[in-house]
Nanobody, 123 residues
């Protein structure tokens, strides 16, 4: 059983930065990937960034150059460093995990989810 717990959300002004964390437990296989998704009110959940257990990364175009996904395996923790935030980044951010290495950013490809952490960016 995989459990994911996000933290680090909050309110920030446009142009600011935030770092989200996702503490994972139950990742018993060395072959997995973890991703960040976000969902704004009235919109579909969209993939933001993904990292495999061997360190390969992929980003959605809308966050490339602004967001950085990373992981600390010793702490079983996933991070999302978000810079140059805009009001369009306002959403609930979710951590997800799956036992694959395909770098998918499709929500249907992930079985394990955290409860989410809210990010609000004001103009």
């Amino acid at each position: 059983q995989v459990q994911l717990v996000e933290s680090g959300g909050g309110s920030v002004q446009a142009g600011g930065s935030l770092t989200l964390s996702c503490e994972a437990s139950g990742l018993t296989s060395s072959m997995y990937q973890m991703a960040w998704f976000r969902q704004a009110p009235g919109k579909e959940r969209e993939g933001v960034a993904v990292i495999s257990s061997i360190g390969r990364r992929k980003y959605a175009e809308v966050v490339k150059g602004r967001f950085t996904i990373s992981q600390d395996k010793a702490k079983n923790t996933l991070y999302l460093q978000m810079n140059a935030l805009s009001p369009d980044d306002t959403a609930m951010y979710y951590c997800a995990a799956e036992w694959v290495w395909d770098l998918s950013l499709s929500k249907s490809d992930y079985a394990w989810w955290g409860q989410g952490t809210q990010v609000t960016v004001s103009s």
